[in-house]
């Protein structure tokens, strides 16, 4: 199994653009999120999925839309790009309901808006 | 979810038992207690989790006290591999309940 990947692994962007990060899993978890990590600070959840075709908030998330056609993937999308989204953005995904909150982590994109 | 608090960092000697301590005294009743790491800048690992019973597995052992509201992190022997942010987190078991991630502890293995 892969597990957790994303693309692309760095990305730089100017303000206003639009881009979408992409985040697939090769596990089958029915559950996948979208963190996002700003320098010295711990996560912060964007958005999240509890299965294909749902989707919901988190703490963050203005600027940010999500969709979840496929088990598998779980794109994230910044509709305008603003410097304060430079960030590191992880996606994590975990098994369904009645398991264990183990939550697995993909390496993450390194994303700078100028 | 109840909130933690845990030292901003900490240092061990190579081959050391590394003890991370963790607060969480609002702790309630169905909350589990996790424990994540995240080395250098890559995604956070699952380390391990309990609920009042101490846990170990082959990375880490768990201690939570009787009360639940504080919980121990330990790394037996620790490595240079091992300095890291680790992270506690207090959560409902089941999947799908998000993560919130505090500061964590910044430690620092060294030789």
């Known amino acids: 199994n892969a597990g957790v990947t994303q693309t692309p692994k760095f990305q730089v962007l100017k303000t206003g653009q639009s881009m979408t990060l992409q985040c697939a899993q090769d596990m089958n978890h029915e559950y996948m999120s979208w963190y996002r990590q700003d320098p010295g600070m711990g996560l912060r959840l964007i958005h999240y999925s509890v299965g294909a075709g749902i989707t919901d908030q988190g703490e963050v998330p203005n600027g940010y839309n999500v969709s979840r056609s496929t088990t598998e993937d779980f794109p994230l999308r910044l509709l305008s790009a603003a410097p304060s989204q430079t960030s590191v953005y992880f996606c994590?995904?975990?098994?369904?309901?009645?398991?264990?909150?183990?939550?697995?982590f993909g390496p993450g994109t390194r994303l700078t808006v100028l | 979810d109840a909130k933690t608090t845990q030292p901003p960092s900490m240092d061990c000697a190579e081959g050391r038992a590394a003890n991370l301590p963790c607060n969480h005294s609002?702790?309630?009743?169905?909350?589990?207690v996790y424990w994540y790491r995240q080395i250098h800048s890559q995604g956070p690992q699952y380390i391990i989790h309990?609920?009042?019973n101490n846990e170990t597995n082959e990375m880490a052992s768990l201690i939570i006290t009787e009360d639940r509201k504080s919980s121990t992190l330990i790394l037996p022997h620790a490595t240079l591999r091992d300095t890291a942010v680790y992270y506690c987190i207090v959560s409902l078991r089941y999947a799908g309940n998000m993560l919130t991630f505090g500061g964590g502890t910044r430690l620092m293995v060294k030789p």
């Open positions: 309990g609920l009042k």
């Open positions: 609002t702790i309630s009743g169905n909350e589990y």
């Open positions: 994590a995904s975990s098994y369904s309901r009645g398991t264990d909150n183990e939550q697995f």
